[in-house]
T-cell receptor, first 110, second 114 residues
Framework: QKEVEQNSGPLSVPEGAIASLNCTYS??????FFWYRQYSGKSPELIMS????GDKEDGRFTAQLNKASQYVSLLIRDSQPSDSATYLC??????????FGQGTELSVKP | NAGVTQTPKFRILKIGQSMTLQCTQD?????MYWYRQDPGMGLKLIYY???????DKGEVPNGYNVSRSTTEDFPLRLELAAPSQTSVYFC?????????????FGPGTRLTVL
């Protein structure tokens, strides 16, 4: 079982819709969870961090964490073509390693 | 602050050559990481360090070495380059605090081994 798993996509949504990205992790004692955005040919850019159960909102982005289900998600409201990128879920495990999922490619169609 | 800087941006190596990828951060972060990313794939952890003088292996350490003599620098060494090491290499840094564990990435080094 991979430590962090994401659907690779691609996920295609129309402009203005809500994009929902999902991630599961295997290390039950993980405490820190992140979503990064990566444009083609660029380095990952941190867009959200979440540390406790529930929702965390930042502008059009909402991260949701459920530690009991070992599940973290990212919602993007009012999706824009500029949101088209690969979204990487990352978890810091018990040993302090920052481990990434394989990424979900999002395409927002005008 | 320059953040996390990496040099070189691009490099072509011949099989069997060696090189060092440089990574420097000016944010006084204790944690530093090296990742490789193959086309269409996620980030694989090569090595990481929790502070000066301390390093540990990640998921794919074979063929690489690291050192951490200062807080700022975390170089990655390839001793005998192989075509399988063709990849984009990213360095990241951050600190480990309660609810404050954000890690930041450098711009990457694109390496081709022929």
């Amino acid at each position: 079982q991979k430590e962090v798993e994401q659907n690779s996509g691609p996920l295609s949504v129309p402009e203005g819709a809500i994009a929902s990205l999902n991630c599961t992790y295997s290390d039950r004692v993980s405490q820190s969870f992140f979503w990064y955005r990566q444009y083609s040919g660029k380095s990952p850019e941190l867009i959200m961090s979440i540390y406790s159960n529930g929702d965390k909102e930042d502008g059009r982005f909402t991260a949701q964490l459920n530690k009991a289900s070992q599940y973290v998600s990212l919602l993007i409201r009012d999706s824009q073509p500029s949101d088209s990128a690969t979204y990487l879920c990352a978890v810091i495990n018990q040993g302090g390693k920052l481990i990434f999922g394989q990424g979900t490619e999002l395409s927002v169609k005008p | 602050n320059a953040g996390v800087t990496q040099t070189p941006k691009f490099r072509i190596l011949k099989i069997g050559q060696s090189m060092t990828l440089q990574c420097t951060q000016d944010m006084n972060h204790n944690y530093m990481y090296w990742y490789r990313q193959d086309p269409g794939m996620g980030l694989k952890l090569i090595y990481y360090s929790v502070g000066a003088g301390i390093t540990d292996k990640g998921e794919v350490p074979n063929g690489y070495n690291v050192s951490r003599s200062t807080t700022e620098d975390f170089p990655l060494r390839l001793e005998l380059a192989a075509p399988s090491q063709t990849s984009v290499y990213f360095c990241a840094s951050g600190h480990m605090g309660e609810n404050d564990n954000e890690q930041f990435f450098g711009p990457g080094t694109r390496l081709t081994v022929l």
